[in-house]
């Protein structure tokens, strides 16, 4: 494997260690210890981190290394709004162009979302593995409703401002913020846009978008907030 594709690799796994919280606000990234638990050289980790220092995921200090930044409430809440603004276009313009082969896909997506919503036991949050299920499942979900507004630079825009809101959010919150009432209720909430969807509503997309991006938002930025005024364990967010 050259070295683009191992820093490839080695971006995608520290990326993964970032959307699922596993790697805390504050923790140092030390190359020559990463290289070894992911059975590299340095140069790719190297490569990795800068790329996601300049993505804003990494905070460096010269002289002391790179740093996970820790999430900001003001600044994840004005992420949201970025994302309201773009999503709810995206939302639209797929609802306009939606055709079968589309609403397969997020049909597909949703069956494994309502999996991991039934298997959250009531009145629990997600085990680490249902949470880092869910996330992937979640995000492939918008990635695909967002391609379906056939608009390339609004593919690019929104993934980049939804990997940085998913970050930050994930970070604090970890599997605790995936409730077994939450993702029902998604799952609700998906199912009600696929109908939207195979009527090409667009109307009723942009306010469905609206309200499941501020519901989003709300819920996260009051899973913070409570965070910080009762902090759990550590221990409790492997659970």
């Given amino acids: 494997m050259d070295q683009v594709s191992l820093a490839q690799r080695v971006y995608e796994q520290l990326h993964q260690r970032l959307r699922s919280g596993r790697l805390r606000p504050g923790t140092r990234l030390v190359n020559r210890t990463l290289a070894a638990e992911l059975g590299t050289s340095t140069i790719p980790v190297r490569e990795a981190i800068g790329r996601l220092v300049s993505e804003g995921l990494l905070d460096f200090t010269p002289g002391a290394g790179a740093f996970v930044r820790a999430p900001d409430p003001n600044e994840l809440g004005e992420l949201y709004d970025v994302r309201e603004a773009l999503e709810v276009m995206a939302a639209v313009q797929a609802a306009r162009f939606a055709n079968d082969h589309l609403l397969g896909d997020l049909q597909a997506i949703c069956a494994r979302l309502r999996q991991v919503a039934a298997a959250i036991p009531p009145g629990q949050h997600a085990s680490r593995p249902q949470f880092e299920r869910w996330l992937e499942d979640e995000e492939e979900f918008h990635t695909r409703l967002v391609a379906g507004s056939h608009n390339r630079w609004l593919v690019k825009v929104v993934k980049e401002i939804r990997v940085i809101a998913q ?73």
């Fill in 167 to 239: 970050v930050f959010a994930a970070q604090k919150a970890a599997p605790r913020l995936l409730t077994h009432a939450l993702a029902e209720a998604t799952v609700r909430q998906h199912d009600a846009f696929l109908v939207i969807l195979a009527e090409r509503d667009m109307e009723q997309a942009t306010r469905w978008m609206t309200a499941h991006i501020r519901s989003g938002r709300d819920s996260v930025l009051r899973h913070l907030s409570a965070s910080d005024r009762n902090p759990t364990p550590t221990k409790q967010d492997d659970d």
